[in-house]
């Protein structure tokens, strides 16, 4: 039986059915970090016009500003020379384009704060990645007045024509105690200067170019700077006073209540328990002048400003001192709107937002409660009354309701009382207005 053999097929026959598989190229970390890698092609040092970074401390540089280029060759035997394969020149820059000030750009001697650093400057050609370096010289621009400057032979002359108390006054400058240098000093504010003799001779005193110089530039700064006039009128608008109408002619129309309490919470106010003639404020001010003003002329206008004054010392009575220093603490809502029983919703709630956040009091809010409340103890009052009653309901002593009545621009002044030894506080609200003013304390140390 012969064997059947079958011929087995070549790799090559059957290559084409077959799908071709596709290639992925992988890029390897190393390849990546290559890729972004800058490469430095040249390193170059300038010899006769190397760049230049110029720094100008101090000095407000036009940029109209020429300068004119001058180098010196460094001397044969220098050490600088002995390791440097050729000479190096040393660079200065001078510019005398301005009307009044020369500039000088120097580099930093021997000894100074980065004379042993190198700058260089970089020019990178993103085509090629490759980054050409050319070292470059760090200077300084300083400038001079042209009329104060002095001959290197003015100096010596008079270095050499110092006389005998110059030559003290220096070494006790140099070698003194506290106490000589501070009389060496007074000394020397207290002399007359040439110019200031001229003037107080007859002739007027002219300023000289450094002056002229000097009064431009602080003109130049101080042109955006706010007056005292502004500084006076920022200070008074974050200040927490009530609002009022301070250009008024009448002193009726500085406060009013309509414009401290609002005259939708004014009018919502009940007062038909107050207009008999039983019924006692718990408060001192408000149980004191409740009598006068039910039978004087628009009761009940002026008896509803007493009982809102009457709520908002009652708010602020109410309040403990808070967690930290200088807040106090108010009541729940619920508590709050027993507290101040019959107040409306509406009157509640808005003493509760304008003198509060959060259901804290800050100084800013208590400071507020107190001049609001001298504002309508003044109105209720005629603008004129005893502090005592509004001092005992607010916890004040004297100085302190003095300066708060002083914030809403009233005056205090103290009168002898009916008995021996004691004297009678009355607060007086009266145009024109004095308000403080804000103090300026120049800055200790100089």
């Known amino acids: 039986m012969a064997e ?74 220098s050490r600088r020379s002995k390791k ?4 190096e020149s040393s660079l ?5 384009s301005h009307s009044k000030i020369d500039y000088t750009a120097k580099e930093d001697g021997p000894g100074g704060r980065e004379s042993h650093l190198k700058h ?23 400038g001079v007045v042209r009329a104060q ?50 003037s107080d001779a007859g002739s007027p005193q002219k300023l000289s170019s450094s002056s002229k110089a000097l009064m431009a530039s602080i003109n130049d700064v101080t042109v955006g700077m706010a007056s005292k006039e502004d500084l006076q009128a920022a200070a008074d608008a974050a200040k927490p006073i009530p609002p009022g109408n301070y250009d008024a002619q009448e002193i009726q129309d500085v406060y009013t209540p309509e414009e401290l309490i609002g005259s939708e919470i004014l009018s919502s ?65 619920d508590k709050l709107r027993e ?37 309508l103890a003044a109105i209720l009052s005629n603008y004129s009354f005893d502090s005592s009653p509004i001092r005992y309901d607010l916890r004040l002593d004297e100085r302190q309701f003095a300066q708060y009545f002083r914030e809403i621009g009233g005056k205090v002044r103290n009168s002898k009382g009916a008995d021996k030894g004691t004297h009678v506080q009355t607060a007086v609200l009266a145009l024109p207005l004095e308000f403080p003013k804000v103090r300026y304390q120049r800055p200790r140390g100089r």
């Open 149 to 198: 400057k002095a001959s290197e032979e003015d100096a010596s002359e008079r270095q050499a024509s110092k006389t005998m108390f110059e030559l003290r006054n220096n070494l006790g400058e140099a070698f003194g105690t506290k106490k000589a240098k501070k009389a060496l000093a007074a000394i020397t504010e207290n002399a007359i200067a040439p110019d200031k003799a001229t």
């Open 84 to 87: 440097a394969n050729s000479r």
């Open 269 to 333: 106010i009940p007062i038909k328990d107050w207009q008999g003639s039983l019924t006692r404020p718990p408060n001192s001010f408000t149980s004191s002048r409740i009598a006068a003003i039910r039978e004087g002329p628009n009761p009940v206008h002026r008896l509803r400003t007493l009982r809102y004054l009457d709520f908002l010392i009652t708010f602020f009575k109410q309040s403990a001192p808070g967690k930290e220093r200088g807040t106090r603490r108010i009541k729940s809502r």
């Open 4 to 77: 059947h053999k079958e011929k087995k097929r070549k790799r090559g026959e059957d290559a084409g059915s077959r799908p071709k598989k596709k290639k992925v190229s992988i890029q390897t970390p190393s390849e990546t970090q290559q890729s972004n890698m800058i490469k430095v092609s040249s390193v170059k040092t300038a010899q006769a016009c190397p760049p230049v970074i110029a720094t100008s401390p101090g000095l407000c540089l036009p940029s109209t500003v020429k300068f004119q280029a001058y180098t010196t060759q460094q001397p044969a035997g």
């Open 339 to 375: 507290a101040l029983k019959p107040a409306p919703e509406p009157v509640v709630e808005s003493i509760r937002r304008k003198f509060s956040s959060n259901g804290e009091m800050r100084k800013f809010h208590t400071d507020l409660v107190y001049t609001y409340c001298c504002a």
């Open 120 to 142: 260089y400057i970089g020019v990178f050609d993103p085509k090629s990645g490759e980054l050409a370096v050319v070292e470059a010289k760090k200077m300084a621009v300083r």
């Open 92 to 96: 200065l820059l001078h510019s005398s």
